[in-house]
């Protein structure tokens, strides 16, 4: 995968931003970003999105941007000279397509059925933008294009919003989703940016979909399983024992060694770790590198933060 998709891939929602005044694009940028989202589609549909580029690229160098409803030669350099990274076109314009290759930068073209993702694997595109993808039957049409195309991934764009973001970001197929919800043009327009960000934190926190899942307590190899009954006699629950525990119910585990933790361990299921670790590292947090593990497919899917609060150690898991 393309560093920058991977990049964009472990963020899981694209802003598309349109900006009509060039002084929205520093305090949108700082919303997004503080919001949990560093990375946008500034779409081509108005004359200030170079400008807006530009400031934002200076003001705030860790976001990865891109330009949208790019149509023309013309827009491609421009976006490229303004510091995008990434090309979104609504449609398949084999011409524009072309151009990027030439400029060696990433270009995701509007697909929309069979013909078009086949135009896009013969000029060796094998990502593409999804558009519209509610109105062209959402998830269940994404997966019956992905069917007879293997080894092609999708963007959806059009119709993705926090009630079904998590639905599409479950399908291994699908890189990111591009998504408007958190960036109504009537807050742009009132200047309300706080609330822009506040949009923006409850989309990834939906998106990152974190539950507590159980707590550990440690204990020895004679105490465990009689702690383990205690709570389970308390919780009105059955004690499942494992090759290195026993849990109350499946919300307590008691440990037959002392592990990670002074007291024991805490564990929050994710929807995906990647997007996850990438998150909280975002906000200053660490990992324990040698706790990582990972899937079949090089995906992370369990880590543990580094230090302890109150006495616990806290890890992150993929939701079942």
Known sequence: MDAILEKISRIGIVPVIKIDRVEDAEPLAKALCEGGLPVAEVTFRTEHA????????????EMILGAGTVLTTKQVDDAIEAGAKFIVSPGLNPEIVRYCQSKNIMILPGCANASDIEAALSF???????????PLGGLKMIKALAAPYVNVNFMPTGGVKENNICEY???DRIVACGGTWMIDSKLIANGEFDKIKELTQQAVKTMLGLKLDHVGINATPSTSEGIANEMAGLL???????SKSFFAGETVEVMNENGRGTHGHICYTVNSVDRAVRYFEARGYKFVEETKQFDAKGHLKFAYFEGEIGGFAIHLKNAA
């Open 50 to 61: 170079k400008k807006a580029m530009q400031i934002i690229n200076e003001k705030f160098p």
């Open 169 to 171: 970001l479950a399908y």
């Open 236 to 242: 009105q629950c059955d004690v499942r024992a494992t």
């Open 124 to 134: 060796g595109l094998t990502t593409v933008k999804f558009f519209p993808a509610e």
